[in-house]
Every structure is written in structure tokens, then in C-alpha cells.
Nanobody
Framework: QVPLVESGGGVVQPGGSLKLSCAPS????????MGWFRQAPGKEREWIAT???????YYKESVKARFIISRDNAKNTVYLQMNSLKPEDTAAYYC????????????????????WGQGTQVTVSS
């Protein structure tokens, strides 16, 4: 069973918006640190944003002005609001989580996240 389930991907025109959601398949799990990564065709997976239940929200500099990560602790769900989308945002987007708090310097390191979703495709095209 996949520990995390993403939803909300799709096809959108440049300048449009999408909101991705990620929830654990087992609601009994409580993750402190949850983040989003993406992988474009032919490229390595890259970190996008992270939020911690214990505090702190972090972004890749290139998306900071356009993307917003948030979470609903009651629903154990993390969201990624993506605005002003560009063709270069086209990628498979992955949710990742860790039960324990990741230190600030490691939130962008995918090796630190134990649990992953299967990904949701975002395509930005006219």
C-alpha cells in the first residue's frame, strides 16, 4: 500500500493554477515533515517545498513567489497551490513525508524522506 496519495494534477494553460493535495493512505499516521518534489522528463527529481507540523515552511527559491504549501493537521493533508504556471513547471509531482521532524538544513534532501506517494502529473501547455 502506497503510504501517501496525491491528487489534483492535470493539464493547465500557461498562467493558470492548480492545487495539489496529499494525504496518507493510513490516517493513523502522523507526519511532522511533509514536502513536495517534482521530476520533469529527463531531469533529476527536485525539491519544491516543505512544511513541518512542528513549525517552519520552506521553498525552492525559483517557485517561492508562485507556489504556496499548506497543511491541514486535522485532515493530515498537505497542499501545494501553484499559481502562474509555466511550461517548465511540467513534471510529475511527488509528495514525501517523514514522521520525525527534519532539521532545516535537510528539508530539501529527498534521502531524508521515508514515505512517498506515486506522483501526480502536471502539464502546462497551451
Amino acid at each position: 500500500q502506497v503510504p501517501l496519495v496525491e491528487s489534483g494534477g492535470g493539464v493547465v494553460q500557461p498562467g493558470g493554477s492548480l492545487k495539489l493535495s496529499c494525504a496518507p493512505s493510513e490516517q493513523s499516521f502522523r507526519y511532522d515533515t511533509m514536502g513536495w518534489f517534482r521530476q520533469a522528463p529527463g531531469k533529476e527529481r527536485e525539491w519544491i517545498a516543505t512544511t513541518r507540523r512542528s513549525g517552519g515552511t520552506y521553498y525552492k527559491e525559483s517557485v517561492k513567489a508562485r507556489f504556496i504549501i499548506s497543511r491541514d493537521n486535522a485532515k493530515n493533508t498537505v497542499y501545494l497551490q501553484m499559481n502562474s504556471l509555466k511550461p517548465e513547471d511540467t513534471a510529475a509531482y511527488y509528495c514525501a513525508a517523514n514522521i520525525n521532524r527534519l532539521i532545516t538544513s535537510s528539508v530539501g534532501d529527498e534521502r531524508m524522506y521515508r514515505y512517498w506517494g506515486q506522483g501526480t502529473q502536471v502539464t502546462v501547455s497551451s
